[in-house]
């Protein structure tokens, strides 16, 4: 039975069963034709034409596949970087976007059998990144393009020229500091000292009473005042000078320094507060169970670390390197008197050294000994924004 002509109704119907998406099996790719059912794809092997495709692609099938394996990978990618950028996507999510279009070209004429197969080919080749979690492979595309390189680079020189005002800020801060200090050192205030006696006044009584005359009824006697109550109303006028001297207890008050470094230190836990903080050269632990009981609360060092929230982690009992998201693991705490590393929070990237733990609050006390602020105490850090650092022995 011959084909429909076109715009007879028997054309019309066969337009409307072919569209959507149809069976993969039943698809020729040299042909580039869909049936419909089992009966049509053995129909379409069977013809004349199909029989000449298959010549053609005898003589030499490698042309044919790095042609459509070529084709297949530009149109993945085209379809990756106009849809999702360079974010980190699910590589079947991607593929599942692109098979939508009826006439993409399919994965079985290619020379990748799976869909694993061709992600890790575009993470050989260095065209995607990579990696694998519990919900499958994961890719990111690289953009090389030349005026997204430039506008990188313009965007880190940006960062750098902000970065450059931050430090002399900071460094104005500083000088502000010492110069606190020095004017609050220099100013003479008022000195509180012990009251002492200098010596003892002798009492003398004079009880020569040759001298006593009568007095007439109009005469005045004279008064006579009792020494030893002169002694008493001495004594009780220099105790409460004493005690006046004495400074009266009062509230302490932050001083204008303490609060100029308290509102520095919110700012920088502000600026410095990421929800990312894998570090090269820290000791972490793996709390991933599907790995199984072999790493299961196994440490390792942090060799590498990739796109922020995935690092490359060589296990110190066995030496294996694992690629692995920071949700699977977490921070180390040392003994007391150890180097820690801050990996999160206002003094982030800076070495301190562990002082007293807290196990009741997760918290820890440590003194940091990297940066402008080396020597200071930082009470309260929690676990999670200290880790242990790594020193290969």
Not at 13 to 28: E, F, H, S, T, V
Not at 33 to 49: A, I, L, P, V
Not at 87 to 100: D, F, G, H, W
Request: proline share 3%.
């Amino acid at each position: 039975m011959g084909k429909a002509e076109f715009g007879t109704p028997k054309y019309i119907a066969n337009k409307i069963k072919a569209k959507g998406l149809q069976k993969l099996r039943w698809y020729c790719q040299m042909c580039q034709k869909q049936c419909r059912d089992e009966n049509g794809f053995k129909c379409h092997t069977m013809s004349e034409s199909h029989q000449r495709q298959l010549l053609l692609f005898a003589e030499n099938p490698h042309r044919y596949l790095d042609s459509f394996s070529r084709e297949f990978e530009q149109t993945y990618l085209h379809s990756l970087k106009m849809r999702y950028g360079t974010k980190r996507v699910n590589a079947n999510q991607v593929y599942q976007e692109y098979i939508s279009d009826r006439h993409h070209l399919h994965m079985n004429a290619t020379k990748w059998e799976t869909l694993t197969d061709f992600v890790k080919h575009l993470g050989r080749v260095g065209k995607c990144e990579v990696d694998q979690t519990e919900k499958g492979w994961f890719v990111q595309y690289i953009d090389r393009d030349p005026e997204t390189i430039a506008m990188q680079e313009k965007h880190a020189k940006k960062e750098k020229m902000a970065k450059d005002d931050e430090e002399r800020l900071k460094d104005f801060i500083e000088k502000q500091v010492e110069r606190g200090k020095n004017v609050a050192n220099s100013e003479d205030g008022p000195s509180y000292t012990e009251l002492q006696r200098e010596g003892e006044e002798k009492v003398n009584l004079n009880l020569n009473l040759s001298q006593a005359k009568s007095t007439g009824i109009g005469e005045k006697r004279p008064s006579l005042e009792n020494p030893l109550m002169k002694t008493s109303k001495s004594s009780t006028v220099k105790e409460k000078g004493k005690d006046e001297c004495q400074p009266p207890e009062k509230r302490k008050k932050k001083s204008a320094l303490e609060e100029l470094m308290a509102e520095e230190e919110r700012i920088k836990e502000k600026s410095n507060r990421k929800d990312y903080w894998l570090t090269e050269g820290i000791v972490v632990k793996v709390m991933a169970k599907s790995l199984g009981d072999k790493y299961y609360k196994e440490k390792g060092v942090v060799k590498e670390v990739i796109n922020r929230y995935v690092a490359i982690v060589e296990m110190i009992k066995s030496g294996h390197r694992l690629k692995l998201d920071q949700a699977h693991v977490e921070t180390v705490i040392p003994a007391l008197g150890r180097v820690v590393m801050v990996v999160n929070g206002a003094y982030r990237g800076n070495l301190a050294t562990l002082v007293t733990i807290n196990e009741q609050n997760f918290s820890a006390t440590i003194e940091i000994s990297s940066g402008l602020q080396k020597g200071r105490k930082i009470e309260n850090v929690q676990y999670e924004d200290i880790c242990k650092v790594h020193y290969p022995s």
